[in-house]
């Protein structure tokens, strides 16, 4: 390796999209009695992908295999699971499993030693049961006979992995694999987000797939977000202001009736 390939790349940014969560689907009723535990009802995958999905793919993302920049993914699941922390240290970084209830899973990405970058960390709620619109009216965890009705269960996050200063030996690997770009268009069913409740009728219908009209109206959804807390800050500074003068001149008057 060249002295200079550990010289940080200074006023440089490169980034590769990913997507984490999990896709879930019922267990038919042969599939429950064979397992070790009945009481399971739902079999699950976890997983971190790349953002784009390969052409005519039946799974979410994963057109990229990023073990050229990620060495490992350890998945914590609920203590209930034999080993709750799995280490994959090749692709697919995935870990299936079967179970009945949702929890929080921790995701713990490690870079390549080139990279000298520290680990990241996502948190994933795991979703078994269909998404319903707020408001209704239909339960939260349906049947079985209906959840099996409604199809996968698919809950998806897009990220966005962001390397500062990289070394120029790491900046030459993600150079050399330029990550697949997003569809400009939506030609499936869209992944649901809870920040977006409008989303829920486009994700119907099919293996969803995230686009760069997606990524445009996070983004958009952000700004606009961001912009309120901005006037939010302001009009509560400007609020802070009045009291703060309201209150020295009701300390200047009591002043001057103590004097008097």
Do not use: C
């Amino acid at each position: 390796m060249a002295s200079n390939d550990r010289v940080r790349v200074r006023g440089v940014t490169i980034h590769r999209p990913v997507i984490y969560g999990n896709t879930a689907v019922v267990l038919t009723p042969k599939e429950r009695e064979a397992l070790p535990s009945p009481d399971h009802t739902h079999r699950w995958t976890v997983a971190v992908r790349s953002a784009a999905s390969a052409p005519d793919s039946d799974i979410v993302g994963g057109a990229d295999d990023l073990s050229y920049f990620i060495k490992r993914v350890t998945f914590k699941l609920h203590d209930t699971y034999t080993n709750p922390n799995r280490n994959v240290d090749k692709p697919p970084f995935e870990v299936s499993e079967t179970g009945w209830g949702e929890f929080e899973i921790t995701i713990r990405i490690n870079f390549v030693a080139e990279s000298g970058e520290k680990a990241v960390t996502f948190y994933h709620h795991l979703k078994l049961h269909p998404w319903t619109a707020a408001g209704s009216g239909e339960p939260e965890i349906p049947s079985i006979e209906a959840a099996a009705k409604a199809g996968p269960v698919h809950s998806w996050q897009y990220d966005e992995i962001v390397f500062s200063d990289p070394y120029q030996v790491f900046l030459n690997i993600l150079t050399a694999h330029p990550p697949t770009p997003l569809p400009k268009h939506r030609r499936r069913p869209v992944p649901f987000h809870t920040a977006n409740p409008a989303s829920l009728e486009a994700s119907k219908g099919g293996t969803p797939e995230f686009t760069q009209e997606m990524e445009k109206e996070e983004a958009d959804r952000l700004e606009k977000a961001l912009k309120t807390i901005v006037e939010d800050t302001h009009k509560w500074r400007n609020k802070l202001i009045e009291k703060e003068n309201e209150s020295n001149r009701l300390k200047k008057e009591l002043e001057a009736a103590l004097q008097s």
